[in-house]
């Protein structure tokens, strides 16, 4: 039986939330033209191009805000992101944080029972299994991030058709909120904090998680029971009321309008817009 009770590690920021997208061109210029993404000034990248990556796929990195993503896109059906999108549409594929210790703490995760997949040497990450996660897939790595603008490098940021202040959290639902809780402090020492309607939010580094489990009642999670995935991106705006027309000149519907939520007034786009991902907005 694992032991939850001691944290292997002490994370440091989020080292990218990861987006898996039909289309990985147009992916990188929708970020950049509605939400003022801007590409990592690596070699890869270079004139916009993006980095190519073995098992069938391709990968471009951007900040968004003060927050790494990765957008993954899939050149070959049969390989890992081209079948991951195929079981789940386009979606948060998984999420990663900076780490001290890399080997220590994976020499930890084995110690305790964990099984440990995707090792990367010259990568420098490596994945602990979903299982010992509810579902969510979670990454650690000792790699740092050129022009990290929380390092204090400036970051010129695009002015994107939907302003955007900040990342707040991104939604995963799991089956067993206290359980998800227990395993996010194991492994990257989350701290809880309740919240309203039987959510709970995990901070771990400067990533925040919002646990969820899947609604029998026709609520937004109504049809989920089951699933182990990541749900959403919250992103925090500086004015939420010009955010309709914001989302209307960019050709994206709103789907929804939450007035009562756990953060009060929220909006969700309809992913329609937004190449099938789900995005909620909150005021900041």
Same mark, same amino acid.
């Given at each position: ?47 916009? $191009? ?15 805000? @003060?927050?790494? &993503? ?13 079948? !991951? ?8 594929? @998984? ?25 990367? &040497? ?63 402090? !194991? ?11 039987? $959510?709970?939010?995990?901070? &771990? ?51 929804? @309008? ?27």
């Amino acid at each position: 039986m694992i032991d939850l009770s001691a944290p292997v590690c002490e994370p440091g920021n989020c080292h990218r939330i990861a987006f898996a997208v039909r289309d990985l061109p147009a992916a990188v210029r929708w970020f950049e033209d509605v939400l003022g993404a801007v590409m990592l000034p690596i070699p890869q990248q270079a004139g916009g $191009a993006v980095e190519a990556e073995a098992d069938g796929g391709q990968i471009a990195v951007m900040w968004l805000q @003060s927050v790494p &993503i990765v957008l993954l896109g899939s050149t070959q059906p049969d390989g890992i992101i081209g079948r !991951y999108l195929a079981a789940n549409g386009p979606s948060v594929q @998984s999420l990663a944080w900076e780490i001290p210790d890399m080997w220590g703490t994976e020499n930890l995760l084995r110690a305790n029972g964990m099984k440990i997949v995707g090792t990367d &040497i010259e990568g420098r990450h490596f994945f602990v299994h979903p299982k010992h996660t509810e579902g969510m897939l979670l990454e650690y790595t000792d790699d740092v991030l050129p022009g990290d603008p929380r390092r204090g490098n400036g970051v010129a940021a695009l002015v994107g058709s939907v302003a955007i202040a900040s990342v707040q959290r991104v939604t995963t639902v799991v089956p067993d909120i206290d359980a998800a809780v227990a395993a996010l402090r !194991y492994t990257f020492n989350g701290v809880a904090a309740a919240t309203a309607d039987e $959510a709970v939010d995990v901070v &771990i580094g400067d990533l925040t998680v919002r646990l969820v489990t899947a609604a029998t009642d026709g609520g937004r999670f109504a049809g989920l029971a089951g699933s182990t995935r990541f749900h959403s991106v919250t992103l925090a705006v500086p004015d939420l009321a010009a955010l309709p027309a914001q989302l209307t000149a960019a050709g994206i519907g709103v789907a929804a @309008s939450d007035t009562n939520g756990i953060d009060g007034q929220s909006l969700w786009a309809d992913p329609a817009g937004t190449l099938g991902l789900r995005f909620e907005f909150v005021a900041a």
